[in-house]
């Protein structure tokens, strides 16, 4: 029906335009006119009409770009200003005492991982070459056992720190798991199958967030507490049974190879190297994340925050 409605319609418009042109003939040369001339001066005159319908599609045209870049223009003004203004506030993340916790952690792991690899695959080329630029097996045994003596004065602080201190009380909350956990893992699961545009909304910590954090815990538990017998054998020995030592070696070699994987593979991935971050997200050097970005990946803490500061206000404008 609207197919032969539009086919109508076109021809009522060549109709006219038809109509036009031989008034146009019958104005110039009269009913009387030659049929060739008059064929002739409607060739010209369709020829006209058609460069002036182009020539006015092309100023249109023009005129329709000219307005769409002036829109698109102002709108990435207007989408800089707002994220200037969104950039503008930040937000602490990390206290200082956090983030000296952190890097003596990372300096730790790092050297544990560094002395440790080469003597676990010791047979191995560049397990070789490795012991050789640090000077040796007995200086690669040195400086793992220094390693694991920052990670056990580090593991000891923040233990003392999560009892003493009151943000270190309200993290240890923050980070324990919740029921929500789940099912944020479970909505973000069915968004990246495409299942739903929905995304969770996380508070201060996600559940990848509890996830490092708890993995570390029980790391450190097994790390030091089987380097600790490895270290000091023949003390183990007089309380544990030899299949103690040897299971606690097994477990220290394994676990280690796991954290290892564990930090490369998830956590730079999910703190450094996904696109949200990539190249690095310097919050574990400042402490601080924008006001855009904790909206994005931390609505709820947001949404307490903003309540907390609405609350101060209100508080301050009573007492004046």
Not at 37 to 58: G, N, S, Y
């Amino acid at each position: 029906m609207s197919d032969a409605k539009t086919d109508d319609t076109k021809k009522s418009a060549l109709d006219r335009y038809r109509e036009v042109i031989e008034e146009e003939i019958f104005r110039e040369l009269g009913k009387d006119a030659d049929p060739r001339t008059a064929e002739q001066l409607r060739e010209k005159i369709r020829a006209r009409v058609k460069t002036d319908i182009e020539e006015e599609l092309e100023k249109k045209i023009s005129l329709v770009k000219r307005d769409l870049a002036r829109e698109l223009t102002d709108k990435k003004k207007t989408e800089g200003k707002v994220k200037a203004e969104e950039e503008v506030e930040w937000f602490e993340r990390a206290n200082l005492n956090t983030r000296v916790q952190h890097f003596l952690l990372l300096t730790s792991v790092l050297l544990l991982i560094f002395t440790g690899l080469p003597i676990k695959f010791d047979d191995l080329k560049w397990s070789e070459l490795a012991i050789q630029l640090m000077g040796g097996i007995e200086s690669v045994r040195i400086l793992h056992r220094i390693g694991a003596v920052i990670l056990m004065g580090i593991s000891v602080y923040h233990t003392f720190y999560l009892v003493l201190s009151k943000q270190g009380r309200y993290e240890f909350i923050q980070l324990l798991p919740r029921p929500k956990d789940l099912f944020d893992l479970i909505l973000m699961l069915q968004h990246f199958l495409g299942k739903t545009d929905e995304k969770p909304r996380f508070g201060r910590f996600s559940y990848i967030d509890k996830f490092d954090y708890w993995a570390v815990y029980w790391g450190c538990a097994v790390m030091i507490g089987s380097g600790l017998m490895m270290w000091f054998p023949e003390q183990s020995m007089m309380y544990l049974p030899k299949f103690v030592l040897d299971a606690a070696s097994e477990a220290h070699s394994d676990e280690a190879l796991l954290a290892t994987l564990a930090i490369i593979i998830w956590h730079f991935y999910n703190v450094h190297f996904s696109p949200d971050y990539f190249p690095i997200n310097w919050v574990f050097w400042t402490g601080k994340v924008s006001k855009r970005e904790i909206m994005e990946h931390h609505p709820l803490e947001y949404d307490e925050l903003m309540k907390k500061r609405m609350e101060e206000e209100q508080t301050m404008g009573k007492q004046q």
